[in-house]
């Protein structure tokens, strides 16, 4: 797929749950958190036909995201299921480890390619206080399970802030000499009402290079042709790869592949942009597949060209991250 500004769009983030057993400080609040209700969330037999279509239309790759997709029931049938969509390459998952351990055997048996795993802080404590939650050991026990049932590279997403995490980019930094863990540090971006992006909390990618280069001279490494935005490194003599997401900073728009599907069936053309495209409803009008293969092509034709963000001047996007997918 094509959209009106040349990019190829081959790339699905699909995020099969808004619930979640962490409340991150960037993307919930403690309590009284409203999530999609059971009647309006898509069944996975919706999911699977709405990416078959996709398929159709050109996507190869498939992420699966929330909220935290191990906490929905029968994800792993489901994973069978996308597995036999023909035409579709690559299915990945991102997780925040708490459930890792005891699905990362059957996550590999049944089809997922490879495991992002988001992991902001390398102290216990300190995990607490982001997350609000006590699994710190849980979610490492997860990425070593991951390990030894034979996920590599496994990526660890950091989201980068000033003034929380700031002083462990050395620490991250220094895994990928003994394992060939993909370290990628995010941008912390302004997505959600209740989240609490700071001018003064933001962490600009080129501050946590110049930070790693402490450590030694860094090689460039070159992407993929379906991976996501990040800039690869490789410290000299290290197993594994530093990547840096700067959303903000140097944003990624004009080679952006992505589309996304949230958890009640809306299109999204941009993470940032709330203009949305409502699947779920004429697939459950039992409109044809022409009319939906129509729809999604004309989110993609009209997909913008860019987030319009700069951290000087940071606008809101209203939907919180875990309804979106992050």
Not at 54 to 66: A, N
Not at 106 to 111: M, V
Not at 196 to 206: D, G, I, N, P
Request: aromatic fraction near 8%; include cysteine; hydrophobic fraction near 35%.
């Amino acid at each position: 797929m094509l959209d009106n500004h040349n990019r190829t769009i081959n790339y699905l983030r699909l995020s099969v749950t808004d619930r979640c057993n962490l409340r991150c400080i960037y993307c919930m609040p403690y309590e009284g958190m409203r999530f999609i209700s059971h009647t309006e969330i898509l069944s996975y037999e919706e999911m699977l036909s709405i990416v078959s279509l996709c398929v159709q239309k050109g996507v190869r790759k498939v992420r699966l995201t929330g909220g935290e997709p191990l906490v929905r029931k029968g994800i792993l049938p489901f994973i069978e299921n996308l597995r036999k969509v023909d035409g579709l390459d690559d299915i990945v998952l991102t997780t925040n480890g708490v459930l890792l351990k005891d699905f990362a055997r059957d996550l590999r048996g049944c089809g997922i390619c490879r495991i992002n795993v988001s992991m902001d802080t390398l102290k216990a404590e300190r995990f607490r206080q982001i997350t609000r939650r006590d699994y710190f050991e849980q979610v490492w026990e997860g990425i070593r399970e991951a390990d030894s049932v034979g996920f590599s590279p496994i990526k660890i997403n950091v989201v980068a802030m000033r003034g929380v995490n700031d002083d462990e980019i050395l620490d991250f930094a220094r895994l990928t000499f003994t394992k060939p863990y993909h370290v990628r540090f995010i941008e912390m971006m302004p997505v959600g009402e209740n989240n609490r992006w700071t001018w003064e909390s933001f962490l600009s990618v080129q501050e946590i290079l110049d930070t790693i280069r402490s450590l030694g001279p860094l090689r460039p490494v070159h992407p993929g042709p379906l991976d996501g935005p990040a800039q690869y490194y490789a410290l000299e003599g290290a197993a594994g790869q530093i990547g840096l997401i700067g959303a903000l900073s140097h944003h990624f728009c004009q080679k952006c592949n992505r589309l996304r599907l949230t958890a009640d069936g809306r299109l999204r053309g941009c993470l940032f942009s709330d203009q949305e495209t409502d699947i779920k409803a004429p697939l459950r009008d039992g409109k044809g597949e022409g009319y939906l293969l129509d729809l999604i092509g004309d989110t993609v034709l009209n997909k913008p060209k860019d987030h319009g963000l700069n951290p000087f001047q940071p606008r809101k996007c209203v939907r919180s991250m875990n309804s979106i997918g992050g």
